[in-house]
């Protein structure tokens, strides 16, 4: 019976060491989490400020988190901004083929809901009310916009 009692007391001394040690790294991840890189900061500018050059004809954005409201958001700021001031006509996402043509058809004028197709892609990291709310803005936009020729496409 000691010997079981004296299991038993290593055993939850070892647990406390590692308790204690997993809260200290966690803290010390939630600090440097939060800490502002001076650089990144000083980098950052409204998206009116963003001056692309009129011969670039793709643009490329990366994310530091999928899913994120934010970065989402931020997905719809740029998509505007490059659409509606910059002429821009497509966009490409990295998803499934089948998940990338419901959407295409949804944003051409198909019939639909842009929470259920966007709820039915594979890829987790786009079952956001943003991502719904980006297909929403693509089809709104497109139903709005004047036909253009092939002759004026990009």
Known sequence: MKVLKKIAKVLLV???IISAALG??????TVLASHKIKEVVDAAVPFEQIE?????????????????????????????????????RAIAIEADFGDCLAANAYIQGGEGDAREIVNNMSFTIYH???MADILDWMKQYNASAPEISRSEER
């Open 14 to 16: 070892i647990i406390v």
């Open 24 to 29: 200290i790294g966690l803290n010390y991840k």
């Open 52 to 88: 692309i050059p009129d011969n670039v004809q793709i643009v490329g954005l990366g994310e530091a988190s999928h899913g994120s409201k934010e970065v989402q958001e931020s997905k719809l700021e740029m998509l505007k901004m490059l659409v509606e001031k910059k002429d821009y």
């Open 128 to 130: 956001t009310n943003e």
